[in-house]
């Protein structure tokens, strides 16, 4: 994950909630220094899911991901998305060729199935050096196939729209990921694991890992919201 933009602090969700009553007069509130003395009025807002005035700012993040993962960050309809790889937009589509990096999951990544495994709480144990070799076996195997009829048909002339099904779930595609805080608060609070949380949420490693990063975007530069969101059981507003 890649930050490549960012803009409206915790001054705009602050002079937002006080146009109602202000006006005008809410424009004075559009200093950092505000914000930050006014943090129950931030807090309150988020306590009690008023969740508008935090849709006044905004971020951008490249992200480079495989694609199940972009398939996950696909269903946040708050978070607008464009890819530049992969054919997922029709331009990239006509004039890109996929590069081969595909994704293997590291040693240390838990992923075998324990016996008290729970669909709805999800989590895995770490794998023995056997089981892990068979894994990173078996999914080179499967990539390098995949890839080679894809290149097969490319070098055949045959449009790169239609080589791309052979391409698998596990090759990397980069896009770009935009949102308001508030939808970004959304995006964290259901793609992290916080034992802590009011609603506690059990997602895939990887997307949590993007989570994160971007999570520890919004804590620097909305501090005040930030701080208010963890103290309200990262609820989203
Ligand atoms: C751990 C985990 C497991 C999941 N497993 C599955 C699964 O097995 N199958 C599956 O299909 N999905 C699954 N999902 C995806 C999930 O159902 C959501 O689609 C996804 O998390 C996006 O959340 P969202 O709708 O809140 O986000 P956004 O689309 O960004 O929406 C933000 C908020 O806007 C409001 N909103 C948006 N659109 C509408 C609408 N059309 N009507 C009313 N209100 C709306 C809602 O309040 C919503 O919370 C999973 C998600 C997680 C975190």
Sequence with gaps: VIPLQHTGGDEFALAAARVSSQGIEALESLDPEH????????????????????????????????????EEIKRHRHMPFDHDDLSLSQESARYKEIEPTFWIPERSRPMLVPDEYKAMRPRFLETDDGT????????????????????????????????????????????????????????????????????????????????????????QHWPVTYETFQKNGRVAP
């Design 35 to 70: 914000a930050a003395k006014a943090r129950g009025t931030i807090n309150a807002l988020m306590r009690q899911r008023h969740g508008s005035p935090f849709e006044h700012g905004y971020a951008t993040f490249y992200v480079h991901a495989p694609l199940f993962i972009w």
């Design 132 to 219: 892990y070799e068979t894994v990173r076996y078996e999914l080179t195997y499967a990539y390098s196939i995949a890839y080679d009829a894809y290149r097969n048909m490319i070098e055949r002339n045959v449009a790169r729209e239609v080589a791309r099904a052979a391409l698998p779930h596990g090759i990397y595609a980069s896009g770009w990921v935009s949102g308001n805080p508030r939808a970004l608060l959304n995006f964290i609070s259901l793609r992290t694991h916080d034992e802590q949380a009011t609603y506690v949420s059990y997602p895939q490693a990887e997307i949590e890992d993007i989570a994160r990063q971007i999570e520890e975007f919004l804590a």
